[in-house]
């Protein structure tokens, strides 16, 4: 397998299915295709060059196939190894999983469009009304899930692609200094985004983001 991502650094949709997949101990060549850097302009014929059709990464390519949407690479990925469990047996589990995950892959716009992930940013940022209201709900969600199935990820005992889809919030929040308490937080949520930044997938990310950054 073959997975075409962005520059690890911004990346956000490149991060969830790496992480799936690592997660997963899928054995995988990753291609990164420069999206930021002056010095490495690329174009969206480039990316489909590269073998992406949406002209976009993330990109899975396995044998004859392609899937070229991160919350479809995950699922293909928990398909293909079922044994990493990287959705719950539980029906309603996997149910609220999904629809967490799919709120995730189609909203808060305004979280991602004015807190952009930069794994090398650390600031205290004045978010503005619709950040705050997406942060909320961010936090909401979070809880309920931790309270329901008791923690310490989303779904349970076990990363799931929920938490997948959820670390690069997680990075933003660290990045630009939201305070969870201020948005209805007791501290389970933000106890949560450390659990997601202290993975081993994700750390091995952020290393290999940063020593990117450093080397362009």
């Not at 899928?26 to 302009?41: G, K, V, Y």
């Not at 670390?167 to 308490?181: E, Q």
Request: glycine share 6%.
């Amino acid at each position: 397998m073959e997975l075409l991502i962005g520059d690890k650094g911004w990346s956000t949709w490149s991060m969830r299915p790496w992480l799936a997949l690592k997660r997963a101990g899928a054995a995988f060549d990753e291609t990164l295709i420069r999206l930021r850097h002056d010095s490495h302009p690329t174009t969206h014929d480039a990316i489909v060059a590269a073998g992406s059709p949406a002209g976009l990464v993330p990109a899975l390519k396995d044998g004859g196939v392609v899937i070229w949407d991160s919350l479809a690479i995950c699922e293909y990925a928990a398909e293909k190894f079922p044994a990493a469990k990287l959705w719950p047996a539980d029906s309603v589990a996997r149910s609220l999983g999904r629809s967490a995950a799919a709120e995730m892959h189609s909203g808060f716009s305004a979280l991602r469009r004015e807190c952009p992930m930069d794994l090398a940013l650390r600031t205290k940022a004045e978010v503005s009304t619709d950040v705050a209201k997406d942060t909320r709900r961010v936090v909401a969600l979070w809880n309920d899930l931790l309270a329901r199935f008791g923690g310490p990820f989303l779904l349970g005992a076990d990363w799931s692609i929920a938490d997948a889809m959820f670390t690069p919030v997680a990075t933003r929040f660290r990045s630009y200094g939201v305070d969870l308490a201020a948005h209805g937080d007791t501290g389970a949520a933000a106890a949560f985004a450390a659990r997601l930044l202290a993975t081993p997938e994700f750390l091995q990310w952020e290393a290999e983001a940063l020593a990117d950054v450093r080397a362009v």
